[in-house]
């Protein structure tokens, strides 16, 4: 019978790694005596980050002495002692191989329910001492597993621990660890794992994921449970060459410039909203940039659109509207991004401002392509006629939508644009015109434009009742970081590393408009991301989360740790990959 040897807690504190702070709760230490378990937590404990750990299906962490003994073998260590690796509950009994999600466990007053495995991060590393421990805990299935407090009360170490109910379909902690992290996701098991009402919202949303991937995809389209998108690969490796056919003024500030295969091929086809990244030599000194521009035509047309508005100090935006002419070749990278209209049923709003019309745009063309019946609500805004681009094109295909409205502001119109006729409304749009059009709930809205109004529009819908999840949005800067624990510090803009320059080869962040080159003293291309404090999303640091799974435009890469499922085609885990040669990535 399972015995409860060790109750442990710790409040979270501030711990310095790798010349940063980070919060983190992973602390724990046994106590003498009963303790007090509660809906959210033991008394005396506390998570350093909730959107990772703490919460009500993840309020006691469980371990086994098993998993101890195994990982003081594996590693050669004798000074791994309970609470070690984070958890609340040491117990001697209980294997990941054996406990199924959905179990419920007696321990003294407090009855618990298995609800989920540990989700790895870096800091079980830290505690530890063994950067790899995030890999090591999903690749030897043992992860341990997060409980929910159905009955409070108090418990103490040496407590026998009963089982008084079994989860349904019998999944195993350790198996449904597999089953999204590991390779290999069999649907009948990912069904069985979904009919588990006491597994975890955010693992069913994962699972759900990999059941909508489709069969026989993930080689190609990578772990969409991890990642959330589920986008084919690109076209074609690295970048190629197109030719000018055309540029054609849309407004007095955007410019679109078409192009086409250089043989007269048609361009293979891509997801309405997607981009392209376009290599340009826009320099000071001749030297190539880089930029992200979304088509903006139909998709299937076999050629490619983009439209560029000319900033006031936009080095290539200037370039493109100064210097590209038809027949000009190009470099150009296969078009991309997980921003892509779908080919569901729900209602759409395309809400846009300025040259951000160009994804919807291209998903509008695809609506009228398709003869779509969806209802579909165009919502834009620009400052005036003269700088309203794509008005007529728009016009017309909405005109031949039969469930499709339109709804158009100028927030300076000019006296000469006409109420009714070039527009519908002065101003900007704002919550209480949003408001106005009583969106449904169930309606999946895409928007673009500057990143203020993107903040601005996502609250406004939010406000209206439209599910975040429903709100999807696309950023041509450098995305949001995501950092889990480390304190915050004030934003740099990104830079050259410090010190002497590398002697390795060149990495081109695409997104964040630099080139740095490579030294061999960084592990990662992540560790030389943040050395060059370019924006970057990790949590486990050794190819497990994917969540530093990004677009590799162009180059080699060689892991120094073999991920545990590798990443969708023309993708790179940055937290286990260095530079084999000159690379260009999307960020």
């Keep these: 019978m399972a015995k409860l040897v060790s109750v442990n807690v710790g409040k979270p504190k501030d711990v310095s790694w790798q010349g940063r702070t980070v919060h983190t709760g992973i602390w724990k230490a046994p106590v003498v005596g009963p303790r007090m378990v509660r809906r959210l937590n033991i008394d005396g404990d506390g998570q350093g980050d909730l959107d990772g750990h703490g919460g009500e299906n993840r309020a006691v962490l469980v371990y086994q002495v098993a998993s101890y003994d195994h990982w003081a073998a594996e590693l050669g260590r004798d000074d791994l002692k309970p609470g070690a690796f984070g958890e609340n509950f040491t117990v001697d009994g209980l294997p990941d191989d054996e406990v199924c999600i959905g ?14 495995p540990r989700v790895t991060c870096y800091r079980v590393g830290i505690r ?5 421990m995030p890999a090591l805990l999903v690749s030897h299935r043992r992860p341990g597993f997060y409980c929910r407090v159905l009955t409070e009360g108090e418990v ?9 109910a079994a989860g349904p379909e019998g999944v195993t902690v350790a198996e449904i660890d597999a089953l999204l992290y590991l390779p290999g996701h069999p649907r009948d098991a990912l069904q069985r794992a979904q009919r588990i009402p006491a597994l975890s919202p955010g693992w069913k949303r994962s699972l759900q994921q990999l059941l909508d991937q489709g069969p026989g995809t993930a080689e190609t389209t990578g772990n969409s449970g991890l990642t959330g998108t589920n986008v084919p690969p690109p076209a074609w490796p690295g970048f190629r060459e197109l030719r000018v056919t055309a540029t054609h003024d849309e407004s007095q500030s955007v410019r679109s410039v078409s ?21 340009l030599p826009a320099g000071p000194n001749g030297e190539s940039l880089i930029r992200n521009y979304s088509l903006s035509n139909e998709p299937g047309a076999g050629t490619y659109r983009i439209s560029v508005k ?41 809400l846009s401002a300025g040259v951000g019309v ?54 300076r119109p000019a006296a000469t644009d006409r109420r009714g006729v070039d527009y519908d409304e002065p101003g900007r749009v704002t919550v209480d015109q949003l408001r106005a059009l009583a969106l449904p709930g169930n309606v999946q809205a895409f928007v673009c434009g500057p990143d203020l109004f993107m903040d601005q529009m996502g609250e406004a819908l939010a406000a209206c009742g439209i599910d975040p999840a429903h709100v999807h949005t696309e950023k041509f800067g450098a995305r949001a970081a995501l950092t889990p624990g480390i304190a915050a510090t004030a934003a740099k803009a990104p830079h050259v590393p410090e010190g002497p320059v590398g002697p390795g080869p060149e990495v081109q ?61 023309g993708n790179v885990l940055l937290c286990v990959s260095t530079p084999s040669d000159n690379v260009v990535l999307d960020l």
């Design 358 to 411: 160009t994804p919807v745009l291209s998903m509008l063309h695809m609506l009228v392509k398709i003869g779509s019946k969806r209802p579909v609500w165009w919502v834009h805004g620009a400052r005036d006629g003269e700088e309203h681009a794509f008005a007529a094109e728009a016009r017309e295909l909405l005109a031949t939508l039969p469930n499709g409205q339109s709804h158009v502001f100028y927030s």
């Design 509 to 569: 962040f695409a997104r964040s408009a630099l080139a740095a080159r490579w030294a061999p003293s960084y592990g990662s291309l992540l560790d030389f991301a943040e050395a060059c404090d370019v924006p970057t999303r990790w949590s486990c640091r050794t190819g497990v989360c994917h969540n530093c799974e990004t677009a590799l435009l162009a180059g080699q890469v060689r892991y120094t740790l073999d991920p545990l499922e590798p990443p969708a085609q």
């Design 259 to 279: 192009l086409g295969d250089v043989a007269g091929a048609p361009l293979p086809e891509w997801l309405p909203g997607q981009s392209i990244t376009v290599r």
């Design 103 to 116: 179990d419920r466990y007696r321990i003294g007053q407090v009855v618990v329910e298995v609800t989920q």
């Design 156 to 164: 103490e170490a040496g407590q026998v621990i009963e089982k008084i």
């Design 310 to 350: 000319r900033e006031p100090r936009g080095t290539v935006s200037s370039y493109i509207h100064s210097h590209i002419r038809p027949g000009d070749i190009l470099d150009v990278a296969a078009p991309r991004g997980s921003f892509f209209l779908d080919d569901g049923h729900e209602p759409l709003v395309l």
């Design 128 to 132: 530890i001492g063994e950067p790899r």
